[in-house]
């Protein structure tokens, strides 16, 4: 049985978990009679916090909101999962950043020693883009592996799982890759580790899902400076195919025969104008000249090109294609022998 201290601080865990638990049932997850429970119960009411008891076939507990704030309670995991989201909400661009930065400052000075030592080695930055619902998560020892490498500007080796070829089950498919870590970001819900890669000699990013650190880390480096010196124009950069410059590296403008309010919901990251009541001139950015003409020919309706000429070609040679495309005939089936 655990001793009473203890026992206290996992039952006010517990409350904090979830808002009404049947007395029986804390019973049990605690491993104690429900006797114990109440007298656990009146203990926590003395040190100020505000537990209230419903009545019912199965009453039990719930933690009120009281009008002052008793001493925070977190376990490891929560304290970094604590430190992790005000990170994020400080780099978000959500207009609370110094709430955040408050927030976070706060937490960090009632914490103990042991728990703000490990926070202090997450450092992270959040850059923006529509997330996934299907995005695989990161353990947060993982996370404070990775920051903690970062944060210490150590040399960091780790295996590599690419995607579609085991990544989910965990598989080790390819490694060592030695790197120095700058950054641990977030985008589109995703954790990416922005590093030098010391054999490729090339800016390069790590989805950390992915990634096995091995240990121990190898040497200190100094750190090198980023293309163009800001870590979101660089980032954005390098997922739309630039450099360094965050921009797309083929920009197009063209007439579509739609109103702009039909075609403004689909284009979230290039500019919609009304040109009237049934044309809009709309100006999109790509990786590529065919991957922006797909991106304007997925509207079902008339298209004229402005510009620029590589755009019109592009279209041109698109257009060539699925003519063929068209008039090939759709090859019969395998004649069958003999």
């Known amino acids: 049985m655990q001793k009473t201290s203890s026992r206290l601080l996992s039952l006010l865990s517990l409350l904090q978990a979830r808002r009404d638990w049947p007395g029986s049932l804390l019973a049990e997850r605690l491993d104690v009679s429900p006797r114990t429970v109440r007298r656990d119960i009146d203990r926590l009411r003395e040190l100020g916090y505000p537990i209230g008891a419903y009545k019912g076939p199965d009453g039990g ?42 927030a976070l400052s706060t937490v960090r000075q009632v914490m103990p020693a042991r728990l703000r030592r490990r926070i202090d080695t997450v450092r992270i930055a959040a850059v923006e883009s529509p997330a996934s619902q299907a ?40 490694g060592p890759r030695r790197v120095e870590p700058h950054h641990l970001i977030t985008r ?48 954005v950069g390098l997922f739309r195919g630039s450099d360094s410059t965050g921009d797309w590296p083929c920009w197009g403008e063209v007439i579509i025969e739609l109103p702009a309010q039909d075609v ?56 060539n294609r699925l003519a063929r495309a068209a008039s090939r005939s759709p090859r019969g089936p395998a004649p069958r022998a003999g």
């Open 61 to 102: 507990y719930r933690l009120e909101a009281g009008t002052d704030l008793p001493p925070l309670l977190f376990d490891d995991d929560q304290a970094v999962a604590l430190a992790l989201a005000l990170q994020i909400a400080t780099t978000a661009g959500a207009g609370i950043e110094e709430s955040a930065m408050r």
């Open 264 to 319: 403004s919901p689909y284009v979230s990251d290039g500019i919609v104008q009304s040109v009237g009541p049934a044309r809009c001139r709309v100006v999109l950015g790509s990786w590529s000249w065919p991957g922006l003409v797909a991106a304007f020919a997925k509207f079902d309706a008339d298209i004229e090109v402005v510009g620029p000429a590589k755009l019109r070609d592009a279209f041109s040679d698109i257009a």
């Open 135 to 174: 995005n695989p998560q990161v353990d947060s020892a993982k996370i404070v592996t990775l920051s903690a490498a970062v944060q210490a500007r150590e040399v960091l080796r780790f295996d590599y799982a690419p995607a579609n070829s085991g990544a989910e089950r965990g598989d080790i498919l390819s």
């Open 188 to 235: 589109g819900g995703r954790w990416y580790l922005v590093v030098w890669d010391l054999d490729r000699e090339a800016w390069r990013t790590f989805r950390a899902d992915r990634i096995t650190p091995r240990t121990p880390t190898g040497p200190r480096f100094t750190p090198r400076e980023l293309p163009g010196g800001d870590l979101r124009s660089f980032v």
